[in-house]
């Protein structure tokens, strides 16, 4: 239900955690109760507040009463504003400046890019941790002012926010350690390496739902823009080449990786695609989200030298010679079909006749027997049928049972049923 516009935080927050709709409960991080303000408070008798507080798509523009939010928000670490109708960053510090405990907080889908971010506006948020701003559509401008005066930011979501490009600030934040840019526009990887330059000591970069088609970077530079990354997500990039996946291995510490929907792997099978990417990347112990055990990455080496081992030399990828190395030259694995034959030719015995006949294997006795009617010149009511294996060590084995399969006898090219008439 869409709530009325021009609300307030405070307006809300007694709505929603009053004590009809929020009942007060004792317990650590349970709630905290607090007195009726002076006069003129709305609040009647009590807020039962956590100290985490959600209030997303509520329709919240502005602050309310500073005072009450400071007496009753003094304990809340964790604040959800997303999706409210919050445009001015003023009424956003007033919220945050109130709120001393506060650690975690999420802005995402307010349209706060009608208005400019001061520094001093910025400044109130400088105890948070944890920042989220997806779909704000926050100029890069916003983001430095931000990166200025949060001293302890650890965590910054800056999604569907339509960047093309990457702004870098005067002066870097190293306190950052994980940014989730995902679904924007960027593609150059002249972009994302700003992002090595601002953050150097990212352990965290997802880029997933990016356009990125290529890591153009040469290897020591790699490792310089991005000394701490220990995981990166391109799920559903632009990369089409394998030496892009092998510049993943310039990363000194890099240990996962997320590369699913990306156009190089497209023309290979699910097992190709996950072999191939384990061999290249002999640090990562955790790709796509499962961990890389030691017995699947013996496999995965293995399988890339027999996969490679036809190809031209000037053609073999440098991890080749490395796993050669490792393993030596191996033979390629005999290829066996375990499918379950679908038919097979029999001979078929009747009186002093003898018919090769070709059966299907997924029918049943019943069903053979229709198929022998003709042949035979028996009624199917008349019909006993025999199975010999010329392998089996006590001979010919009846058929007596009408719904059995013909594969369940373990049926193959050249045996032989024999055809007898009931009367005889």
Known sequence: MDQPSGRSFMQVLCE?????????????????HVPAMPQGSPMKDRLNLPSILVLNSCGITCAGDEREIAAFCAHVSELDLS????????????????????EFLNLSSNPLNLSVLERTCAGSFSGV??????????SWETVHTILQELPDLEELFLCLNDYETVSCPSICCHSLKLLHITDNNLQDWTEIRKLGAMFPSLDTLVLANNHVNAIEEPDDSLARLFPNLRSISLHKSGLQSWEDIDKLNSFPKLEEVRLLGIPLLQPYTTEERRKLVIARLPSVSKLNGSVVTDGEREDSERFFIRYYVDVPQEDVPFRYHELITKYGKLEPLAEVD?????????????????????IRLDQTVAELKKQLK?????????????HFDHEAPF????????SRALHSFGIRDGDKIYVESKTK
Do not use: C
């Not at 941790?129 to 926050?138: D, F, G, M, T």
């Not at 499918?339 to 006949?357: I, L």
């Not at 003709?374 to 025999?386: A, E, I, K």
């Open 16 to 32: 929603k955690y009053s004590p009809e709709n929020f009942p007060y409960r004792r317990g650590p991080g349970m709630g905290v």
């Open 83 to 102: 999706d409210n109708k919050l445009e001015d960053w003023h009424e956003v510090s007033k919220i945050v400046s109130n709120v001393p405990q506060l």
């Open 129 to 138: 941790r944890k920042l989220v701003l997806n779909n704000s559509k926050a």
């Open 338 to 358: 375990l499918r379950p034959q679908s038919s097979a030719k029999v001979e078929v015995h009747f009186n002093d006749q003898v018919e090769e006949v070709s």
């Open 374 to 386: 003709t042949l035979v010149q028996l009624p199917t009511s008349n019909m006993l049928l025999y």
């Open 395 to 402: 001979g010919p084995e009846e058929m007596k049972y009408s």
